[in-house]
């Protein structure tokens, strides 16, 4: 069974920090990249960020660009999101997504976890 599941959401009050993580069996994680993306309560789904499975790419919504930082750990299948300076506005469920290598569109998603950053 594929699949991928996030942990360490939570509520944090602004300017705090959390480390979600991703955990994804093999197939869907080797030689794939993995992407981070969020949906606030009545708005799409909006990209976060991406990691190559080298991780020598990453790319970053301008949003995420001076706060967050995604990695991954090849070695235990796992990716993550560092957030940093968290602001209400980053409220919102939290998901990690494997991207298909040959239509590099993001074909398995995680069930998400909340974050919440009071003010």
């Known amino acids: 069974q594929v699949q991928l599941v996030e942990s360490g959401g939570g509520s944090v009050q602004a300017g705090g920090s959390l480390r979600l993580s991703c955990a994804a069996t093999?197939?869907?994680?080797?030689?794939?990249?993995m992407g981070w993306f969020r949906q606030a309560p009545g708005t799409e789904r909006k990209f976060i960020a991406s990691?190559?499975?080298?991780?020598?790419?990453?790319d970053y919504a301008d949003f995420a660009k001076d706060r967050f930082t995604i990695s991954r750990d090849n070695a235990r299948n796992v990716v993550y999101l560092q957030m940093n300076s968290l602001k209400p506005e980053d409220t919102a469920v939290y998901y990690c997504?494997?991207?298909?290598?040959?239509?590099?569109?993001?074909?398995?998603w995680g069930q998400g976890t909340q974050v919440t950053v009071s003010s």
């Open positions: 997504a494997s991207r298909d290598s040959d239509t590099l569109q993001y074909d398995y």
């Open positions: 093999g197939s869907i994680f080797s030689r794939r990249a």
């Open positions: 990691i190559t499975w080298s991780a020598h790419l990453t």
